[in-house]
């Protein structure tokens, strides 16, 4: 009901910022919480951040709180993850993903997007 395509991505620096972006097609962004998660080499999948549908509430991982900011734009069906202070650690694949707003911002999401690369080099 909803796709997702991620961008943004790319290799930066130790200390530096970069901007992921999700843009929405299909059912109107407000419908859905949306999050963004992020896979590194041989490890599980991490949820590092959600907002509800309304941008009321968030939520952030530990490892990424105080760094990162995520945001959304229901008129413009955005969503986006200001990374700052990044790390090497921060290196994943990262995804963009959506639920219904019926459920809570626990639930498990089930539209995703086919995630972009970054890169942090020391």
């Known amino acids: 009901q909803v796709q997702l395509v991620e961008s943004g991505g790319g290799l930066v620096q130790a200390g530096g910022s970069l901007r992921l972006s999700c843009a929405a097609s299909?059912?109107?962004?407000?419908?859905?919480?949306m999050g963004w998660f992020r896979q590194a080499p041989g490890k599980e999948r991490e949820r590092i951040a959600t907002i509800s549908w309304s941008g009321g509430s968030t939520y952030y991982a530990d490892s990424v709180k105080g760094r990162f900011t995520i945001s959304r734009d229901n008129a413009k069906n955005t969503v986006n993850l200001q990374m700052d202070s990044l790390k090497p650690e921060d290196t994943a694949v990262y995804y963009c993903a959506a639920v219904s707003s019926l459920f809570s911002l626990s639930a498990e999401f089930d539209y995703w997007g086919q995630g972009t690369q970054v890169t942090v080099s020391s």
């Open positions: 299909g059912r109107t962004l407000s419908r859905y919480h």
